[in-house]
């Protein structure tokens, strides 16, 4: 986990520093706020939920940026029954992700499209109320490496706030399976 996270920060300090030398100022920074809803793609997965995410970025051009986003997704819990024991099982994530944004324009709608690796915490937390240790084989507190590709739905043009929809997939790299994740969000640009 640290090594991972020392090399995503690393690389986005090379980044920036070697992106706008003495042209670019603070004012260049731009940054996003989203809300909506995203679904764990697993076996036995639950229904879903709330989903929160933001992030900040950097010109390396005028039609690229980089820069780093966080989100937390509310994935849902589901009911898992073994005999006469019932434990409930909480899903979450929490993850950073170093991206590129590209703002295409040519492609209709699509006002930006990002991708890049990332660094996931994936959570599933038990809570029962007798024989915990009948379920340990469904928590999960992981830290494990990721990847985002988001496509955003948003105007080109130049605005103090532009308002949009992006559609996001993820995966986090876990040892016994891969979490993928879906997500829809109202998104914000300022």
Same mark, same amino acid.
């Given at each position: 986990m640290t090594r991972a996270a020392v090399?995503?920060?690393a690389a986005l300090v090379l980044t920036?520093?070697?992106?706008g030398g003495a042209r670019a100022g603070i004012h260049d920074f731009r940054g996003h706020l989203s809300f909506g809803y995203t679904k764990l793609l697993i076996t036995d997965a639950p229904g879903g939920?709330? $989903?929160?995410?933001?992030? %900040? @970025? #950097?010109?390396?051009?005028?039609?690229?940026?980089?820069?780093?986003?966080?989100?937390?997704? /509310?994935?849902?819990?589901?009911?898992?029954?073994?005999? $006469?024991?019932?434990?409930? %099982? @909480? #899903?979450?994530?929490f993850?950073?992700?170093?991206?590129?944004?590209?703002?295409?324009?040519? /492609?209709?709608?699509?006002?930006?499209?990002s991708a890049g690796p990332a660094?996931?915490?994936?959570?599933?937390?038990?809570?029962?109320?007798?024989g915990g240790a009948a379920f340990l084989d469904l928590a999960v507190d992981d830290v494990?490496?990721?990847?985002?590709?988001?496509?955003?739905?948003i105007s080109r043009?130049?605005?103090?706030?532009?308002?949009?929809?992006e559609v996001d997939s993820r995966v986090a790299f876990r040892h016994e399976e891969n979490w993928f994740l879906e997500s829809i969000r109202l998104t914000f640009h300022y």
């Open positions: 090399a995503l920060i920036l520093t070697s992106a939920s709330m $989903s929160f995410g933001g992030g %900040v @970025d #950097y010109p390396l051009r005028e039609d690229v940026r980089v820069g780093l986003d966080a989100a937390y997704d /509310l994935l849902g819990s589901r009911t898992v029954p073994r005999g $006469s024991l019932v434990a409930n %099982v @909480d #899903y979450s994530t993850d950073f992700a170093l991206l590129a944004h590209w703002t295409p324009q040519s /492609l209709g709608p699509i006002g930006r499209i660094l996931v915490s994936t959570r599933a937390q038990l809570s029962t109320s007798g494990v490496p990721g990847a985002q590709l988001t496509v955003t739905l043009h130049p605005a103090p706030v532009r308002v949009g929809f």
